[in-house]
């Protein structure tokens, strides 16, 4: 015996895909705005020869450049998948994605301690 079709899970699963796009579009955005926000507001003259500021800055907009082309990537993909009624986890982009945000706090860990007070 076959179990019925929902017919508004189809729906269900297009809006989830979008609300899933969504977080990794608000993530990478308000990663551009914290990088640019350091530019901006940050002292640049933290590490004498070396423009941390502007390093850290830089690295900060380009994960989240990366954050929102990832989950550009995973919204068509999904979408695709969702049409052909195909499933297949993420890997890839996940791992790096999450690889990509430790390297940015990381970065963020090694400025706090290089600014003026804020190490012991």
Known sequence: MTSPVDPDSRARTHLANERTFLAWFRTGLTLLALGLAAGQFLSRDVASGF????????????????LVS????????GRARIDTAEFHPANA???????????AGVLGIVFLWLLPGGGP
Do not use: C, D, E, N
């Open 51 to 66: 423009p941390l500021v502007r390093a850290i800055a830089t690295v900060l907009v380009a994960t989240g450049m990366f």
């Open 70 to 77: 990832v989950g550009v990537v995973r919204y068509v993909r």
């Open 93 to 103: 982009s996940i791992l790096v994605a999450a690889g990509a945000g430790l390297a």
